[in-house]
């Protein structure tokens, strides 16, 4: 949760529109896609490249691991069956960390999801570009603290290795940069 950058820049001084997650109490937190029929609902989110995500999450004090060993390897870490394709499960309404079965992850339904004209997404990879892509979508113009990196990933450390990892959200996030570069 960024508190601090909530505190600063409060979004009912600095947003143009109405944006809030406040019915689910807790601005800033990570919440499961909720399919509602209200028009007026958008959806955000800002995905990032998976393997990415993992390395921060083992570096994170390898976040919601089962295993409670701070020893464990990168490897280990990601095999355990709930920690991978957070994402593309959060987009199908499931918790990141959620025991979900990769054949049961129904990436048709993600990408319509975010194909959606009531669902932006943009690339943590990419973060200036999806800010002002944002701004394009709902108007405004882009402010400097909108572009600032308030959460840094950590130089790459050795214990990662480049191994190929087989996540079915690895697929799901480049057919979504796919409709990224295509907005």
């Known amino acids: 949760m960024d508190v601090p950058l909530l505190k600063k820049y409060n979004p009912e001084t ?3 529109v109405h944006i809030s997650n ?3 109490g807790c601005p800033g937190c990570h919440h499961p896609y909720k399919a509602t029929d209200d028009e007026g609902t958008h959806h955000f989110t800002m995905l990032r490249d998976p393997l990415e995500r993992l390395r921060s999450a083992y570096s994170f004090n390898r976040h919601l691991s089962k295993l409670k060993d701070p020893n464990i390897t990168f490897e280990t870490y ?4 709930h920690i991978p394709d957070c994402q593309l499960k959060m987009i199908l309404g499931h918790h990141c960390f ?6 049961s992850l129904n990436m048709s339904l993600a990408l319509e ?4 004209p009531r669902f932006f997404f943009g690339d943590t990879g990419r973060w200036n570009e999806s800010i002002c892509l944002f701004h394009k979508w709902y108007g405004g113009s882009p402010r400097d603290f909108e572009l600032l ?13 480049d191994a ?4 079915k959200e690895t697929v799901f996030f480049n057919k979504a940069m ?3 570069n295509e907005r």
Not at 98 to 103: A, C, I, K, Q, R
């Open 113 to 116: 999801r975010i194909s959606s």
């Open 149 to 161: 990196n308030n959460r840094p990933t950590k130089k790459r450390s050795s214990f990662f290795n």
């Open 98 to 103: 959620d025991m979900v079965e990769p054949d």
């Open 14 to 16: 600095f947003c143009d």
């Open 22 to 24: 406040s019915k689910m």
């Open 178 to 180: 796919t409709i990224f």
């Open 78 to 81: 990601v095999n355990e069956p």
């Open 164 to 167: 190929d990892y087989d996540f």
